[in-house]
């Protein structure tokens, strides 16, 4: 080939160089065409489409973000205080601020012993939260008066003042229970509950 020649260009076939395709398969709803479409005019296996209502995006949404009170009263509340620490590390379930008012929150962890005399006191905390708003029950003071059951000054339970939506066993439940409490409740609010 001499040096004045050119090489002869190929002319760009829109079909083959600029459309990018994506591989066909033989699993379901990887690539394959659909036999039949679900809706006339959209195709199931477009990626850039979803199908949901308005309430399961927005329970989504809720569930994806809670903003927890929290509400330690005894040493159920060390263990709540870890779970937000770096080892640990709630932020991964959008939880990373403990709100001090309950007007921004809608999530209560009532960690520890509650007492009769704190308990009017909870129950208007509780009034106070937006709704929607969800209770976990941290450790067994709060689920069931634990230790301290036959006390005349423990309450029997916080389920007795406010509805619980999970209850965290332990005496004190270990981060990693309020983690798995949380991630139970994420499946709740997701659901509608």
């Known amino acids: 080939m001499a040096i004045d020649e050119k090489t002869p260009v190929r002319p760009i076939d829109f079909e ?11 699993q379901t709803g990887l690539g394959a065409p659909d036999a039949v479409s679900a809706t006339p005019g959209v195709l199931a296996n477009d990626d850039n489409i979803v199908f949901t209502t308005v309430n399961n ?4 949404a809720r569930s994806r973000s809670p903003w927890p009170l929290g509400y330690g009263l005894a040493c159920c509340a060390i263990e709540m205080i870890s779970a937000s620490m ?3 590390d709630t932020a991964r379930f959008g939880m990373e601020v403990f709100r001090s008012s309950p007007r921004q929150a809608d999530v209560m962890i ?3 012993t509650v007492t009769h005399k704190m ?3 909870l129950r208007r905390l509780y009034e106070q939260m937006p709704e929607p708003k969800w209770v976990i029950a941290m450790g067994n003071c709060a689920s069931s008066g634990g230790e301290f059951w036959d006390s005349y000054a423990t309450l029997q339970g916080v389920d007795t003042i ?3 939506d999970v209850y965290v066993p332990g005496c004190p439940p270990r981060p990693e229970a309020l ?3 949380l991630l139970r409740l994420r499946e709740k609010i997701a659901k509608g509950g």
């Open 179 to 181: 983690l798995e409490g």
């Open 110 to 112: 009532v960690a520890g």
């Open 16 to 26: 083959e160089d600029v459309i990018q395709r994506r591989p066909l398969t033989t």
């Open 57 to 60: 995006l927005v329970n989504w």
């Open 86 to 88: 770096a080892h640990h």
């Open 119 to 121: 308990a009017p006191r």
């Open 162 to 164: 406010v509805p619980v």
